[in-house]
């Protein structure tokens, strides 16, 4: 029986009100300080020991810094260990050794001033060391400093870590640094948790930009790699396709210091922003004063209106934001709130950007000229979408009943991933395919002459041509985004064509269209160009098909008294020859467009079928040899 309400309220007692112990806080609710995702987790509780190592250089800038991970598999065990100065050990006034209070009680830490030990840090919050230390199975600390070594280790309970010992002497030593061995919990993080070493790369290859100088060594069950930026910042820019000198520059203000170092590329570019050299992927208000004033000053200087996303869209690299207290949003640090960091990148973008604009001006113009191409390309890319919706609506059932009923579409019984459409040119060809096909599973289309060329004609222009709509319908799967295999009536397209120079090129602006409208059809294996053979060898009744010079000859071994026939194109075949040959289940050759790099073949199409006369008169002059077409 459900309890009254009365009662309910009645169970509600002050006793109820409990408070969680540190330790149970961040054992419980891991989410609220790392994240809800234990390899995250994980993986951000490492970071935490690493970024306090890289804030300790940053204090410092001590030289022949090091740092140094090594991680076991097997029993993921991590140390984490440095040659710098070495936490403070010493009793404060509370009575509580800083070295104990460092890895037990929330809170406590040397980043709450910045008068103090650092003027900027990653970690502000007093949390990482605590976090890392309640969550472990164990963790043990030493710290060279002052001459001395000492040691305190920790274990779990219920309640969080309590300490084996107190903070003891266990040797001399000239030596000065930190190192911290732990093992992640596994009653927090499981048994099966692991560092992700792929991302842990990553973010050390990031890391070691901002801290120019520092070794960064990684040790992963004994193989080791280091990671170590020479230069700064600017040695993290995406050199490919640069276009002119890159941007680097520094801004400071008494409460935030900004630094720049930025590419404008040919590819797509991605600004990445960071606070205290920890990279914000929610960016926050300094990425906006960033993005505001580099869309103003940019078009003030060119004197044009692009939009910032056509602008951002080709600009690559780092924008660096240091402030004495960082406000992140949260434990994980994913947003700066900092007012001041968005004045300052405001102002630092706006006199970059003018710096640049008259120390380089033909880079700018060549910046220019590229959002101008962008700008075009996104323009056309808009009146594409129209396009496609405006052929979506005028795609009906009316207009699929059609193509179905029309003279050059001759459709088969059953439709799948078994069936094939096959497309070939003029009425004599669909005349002699019709009584060889297989009704069942082949369907017929004929085009007329040359098929349109979908890359040297707007897109609005290709959807209204009669035979580039009928293929498309008479598939049903959708074009561009809107494509779906599952809606394919027909599993594969063959393109049925001549083999002279004629039919290739009939083929090639087929394939042109599929590349176009439905890379993906291209990509799933399903475009094939179904081969006629070029010879016939006959004896009576007997025959036998030669689709090249050397499978001819080859049969001539053994046939050499046999009547030779040379077909000019599929309109010269006989039906019965086309059913024994090239839709012969077995005796055809149909080869399916293979497309191993698919970046190199679309870099290839585009020359070879685009609208640029330069680029394919360059290709053609470095792909082939004139010396023996002249012979």
């Known amino acids: 029986m459900e309890k009254k309400g009365e009662d309910r309220l009645s169970e509600y007692k002050a006793t109820d009100i409990q408070t969680l112990s540190p330790g149970r806080a961040f054992r419980e609710r891991l989410g609220m300080y790392l994240s809800a995702d234990l390899q995250e987790a994980m993986d951000l509780g490492l970071r935490e020991l690493i970024y306090n190592a890289q804030d300790e250089y940053e204090a410092t800038h001590q030289k022949n810094a090091y740092v140094r991970i090594q991680i076991d598999t097997d029993t993921n065990e991590i140390t984490v260990s440095d040659n710098m100065r070495g936490i403070p050990v010493g009793v404060r006034n509370d009575g509580v050794n800083s070295l104990t209070a460092a890895f037990l009680i929330p809170h406590s830490g040397a980043k709450y001033n910045d008068k103090t030990a650092y003027s900027s840090s990653v970690g502000c919050n007093g949390e990482g060391n605590k976090i890392v230390c309640h969550t472990a199975k164990f963790l043990k600390v030493e710290v060279c400093r002052e001459g001395n070594k000492y040691f305190q280790s920790f274990h779990e309970t219920s309640e969080g870590a309590v300490a ?78 640069a276009i002119g000198h890159p941007i680097e520059f520094l801004y400071s203000q008494p409460d935030c210091e900004v630094e720049l170092a930025l590419q404008w590329v040919g590819n797509k570019g991605d600004i990445r922003g960071y606070a205290n050299n920890l990279f914000m992927p929610q960016g926050g208000a300094f990425i906006s004063g960033f993005k505001s004033s580099l869309t103003k000053t940019f078009n003030s200087l060119a004197g044009r209106s692009f939009d910032g996303e056509t602008i951002r869209s080709k600009l690559d690299g780092f924008v660096s934001v240091k402030v004495h207290i960082a406000n992140f949003s949260n434990q994980a640090k994913t947003s700066l709130a900092n007012p001041e960091a968005r004045t300052a990148t405001s102002a630092a973008i706006t006199n970059a950007l003018k710096e640049y604009a008259q120390k380089y001006p033909a880079d700018f113009q060549k910046v220019i000229d590229v959002l101008t191409k962008e700008q075009k390309a996104e323009a056309a890319a808009t009146r594409a979408r129209e396009s496609i919706l405006n052929f979506e609506k005028k795609s009906s059932e009316h207009s699929k009943k059609k193509i179905t009923s029309s003279e050059k579409f001759k459709d088969c019984e059953k439709h799948g991933q078994d069936s094939m459409l096959v497309i070939c040119e003029g009425n004599s060809a669909l005349n002699g395919l019709m009584p060889a096909r297989n009704v069942q599973t082949e369907a017929l289309y004929a085009i007329r002459g040359k098929i349109i060329n979908l890359l040297k004609h707007p897109l609005d222009e290709c959807l209204a041509n009669a035979e580039v709509s009928d293929i498309i319908n008479a598939l049903g799967c959708g074009i561009m985004d809107k494509y779906d295999s599952k809606k394919l009536r027909f599993g594969r397209v063959a393109i049925a064509s001549d083999g002279d120079v004629d039919g290739k090129s009939i083929g090639c602006l087929i394939a042109t269209m599929f590349y176009v409208l439905m890379p993906e059809f291209i990509q799933e294996g399903r475009l094939c160009w179904l081969q006629a053979p070029l010879f016939k060898l006959t004896k009576g009744k007997e025959k036998v098909f030669a689709y090249n010079i050397d499978e001819l000859n080859e049969l001539k071994k053994t046939r050499s008294n046999w009547e030779q026939t040379r077909h000019k194109g599929l309109g010269e075949m006989s039906p019965e020859d086309m059913k024994a040959s090239m839709l012969h289940p077995t005796n055809r050759h149909l080869d399916i467009l293979t497309v191993d790099d698919y970046d190199a073949f679309c870099e290839s199409i585009n020359i070879l079928m685009g609208p640029q006369v330069e680029d394919r008169r360059e290709f053609l002059f470095e792909n082939v040899d004139f010396s023996v077409i002249n012979r």
């Open 164 to 241: 084996d010992c107190d903070v003891k002497v266990i040797g001399k030593t000239k030596e000065t640094g930190t190192k911290i061995t732990y093992v992640p919990s596994p009653e927090v993080y499981g048994e099966k948790t692991r560092i992700d070493i792929d991302v842990l790369c990553e973010t050390l290859q990031q890391l070691s930009y901002f801290s120019k100088g520092l070794r960064i060594i990684l040790e992963v069950d004994g193989e080791t790699t280091e990671f170590c930026s020479k230069h700064g910042l600017i040695d993290g820019l995406n050199k490919e396709k």
